[in-house]
């Protein structure tokens, strides 16, 4: 177990006694995670701080279950996709994700000409990234942004493994195919 696993189990037990203290902590850890993953799904900045404290909201009531979850970060993908998918329902309408900026992947000087090159290959990788089916754009930003291993999103989505790694094969010969190798060099 790793030792932020052992921080999380810890955090956990200590949320299940009640311990506000510590379901603050574990609210600034998993904040920006369960924020960046909801963004996948919603597009409305004020309905991903919706589905966030929803979570949370989840997360606080059925404290006293915390401690007997096997795979806590699933479970909170799980509740965050939820969520998401009650709110979309609600609204009767798919939103379009947004990908974060590429400059955090790219290391270089920064000259205004660099700038503008960066800034075009930016939005050539997002509108690829945003051509892709549905669920394809989700399981590869899940696993590109997030870091998700296949075995998580698979559980995180109901979905075999196999077909989280044919939807990434499929991802990646899309965007090779729009972008060519730069896609490589990106990712």
């Not at 979850?69 to 939103?95: C, P, Q, S």
């Not at 754009?137 to 559980?155: P, W």
Request: hydrophobic share 40%.
């Amino acid at each position: 177990m790793t030792t932020k696993e052992t921080d999380t189990t810890i955090l956990l037990e200590r949320i299940a006694a009640g311990d506000h203290d510590s379901f603050r902590l574990f609210y600034d850890r998993y904040y920006l995670q369960v924020y960046r993953f909801a963004s996948y799904l919603v597009d409305s900045p004020l309905l991903i701080e919706e589905i966030v404290s929803d979570v949370f909201c989840i997360i606080w009531e059925n404290r006293k279950k915390l401690a007997t979850i096997d795979h806590f970060e699933a479970y909170l993908y799980t509740i965050t996709k939820n969520k998401a998918l009650y709110y979309l329902r609600m609204e009767n309408k798919v939103f379009l994700t947004e990908l974060e900026s590429v400059y955090e992947q790219l290391s270089h000087e920064e000259t205004p000409e660099q700038l503008a090159v960066d800034e075009e290959l930016s939005l050539s990788l997002k509108e690829a990234i945003d051509e892709l089916p549905e669920r394809c754009r989700l399981i590869f930003l899940m696993a590109r942004e997030e870091g998700l291993k296949y075995r998580e999103i698979a559980t995180i989505l109901s979905i075999s493994e196999k077909t989280v790694n044919a939807q990434m094969v499929l991802a990646i010969k899309k965007l090779t195919k729009r972008l060519g190798n730069i896609v490589l060099f990106i990712f």
